[in-house]
Each structure stands twice: as structure tokens, then as C-alpha cells.
């Protein structure tokens, strides 16, 4: 089992970046593929991106494709999310989740989700 905490949210102008921070607990975190999601007001949750257990592939949303970029570090138990050049339509709760399975993009696939962090991006 694996538990998560994301951090790095907050509020920032449109082009501006923030960078996401995902902690996991345990011993075995090299053994889960991660993924990152997304519920803005009003919508349902929906994919972002994902990276495979150690980090060699990874699969972005078209909306998010050369502006955001995940990484992950196992000796630290951590997953990034870099974002860049935001947009207001990039406001949403940002979830983190994890899953032994593949990585996919349908939540359903993933196992455990932290409790999420706010990012907000003012026009």
C-alpha cells in the first residue's frame, strides 16, 4: 500500500509555472506507475499525465503536451510535475495517483490518489 500527499499548488499569473510535488510512503514506491490528474470547477476529473515506474516513458494530454513534464525520483519517493507557461484553464484541484498495474489515462486504473492540491491561474 502506498499513501500520497501533493504539494506545490497555489495561485499564479497566466505564463507563469509552478511546480507540483507528489510524496509517497513506502518501501516499494519503484513498484508503482504514477499519473497525475486534474478536476477543475464544474468538471469531472481527467487525465494529465503519466510515468511508468522508473520514469523511462512518459504520456501527457494533448492540452498539457509541451508545457508540463513529470519526473520522479525512487530514492526520494517523489513525483514532479513541472508546469509551465499556465493558463487560466489550467485551474483545477491537481490529484497525484498511483497503481502496481499499468499506467493508464482512466482513473479507474489507479489504485491510490492523494488528497490533491489547488493551483489557480489568474488572466
Known amino acids: 500500500q502506498v499513501q500520497l500527499v501533493e504539494s506545490g499548488g497555489g495561485l499564479v499569473q497566466a505564463g507563469g509555472s509552478l511546480r507540483l510535488s507528489c510524496a509517497a510512503s513506502?518501501?516499494?514506491?519503484?513498484?508503482?506507475?504514477i499519473g497525475w490528474f486534474r478536476r477543475a470547477p464544474g468538471k469531472e476529473r481527467e487525465f494529465v499525465v503519466h510515468i511508468s515506474r522508473r520514469g523511462g516513458v512518459t504520456y501527457y494530454a494533448d492540452s498539457v503536451k509541451g508545457r508540463f513534464t513529470i519526473s520522479r525520483d525512487n530514492a526520494k519517493n517523489m513525483v514532479y510535475l513541472q508546469m509551465n507557461s499556465l493558463k487560466p484553464e489550467d485551474t483545477a484541484v491537481y490529484y497525484c495517483a498511483a497503481t502496481l498495474g499499468a499506467a493508464g489515462t482512466t482513473e479507474t486504473w489507479y489504485n491510490y490518489w492523494g488528497q490533491g492540491t489547488q493551483v489557480t491561474v489568474s488572466s
Open positions: 513506502g518501501r516499494t514506491f519503484s513498484s508503482y506507475a
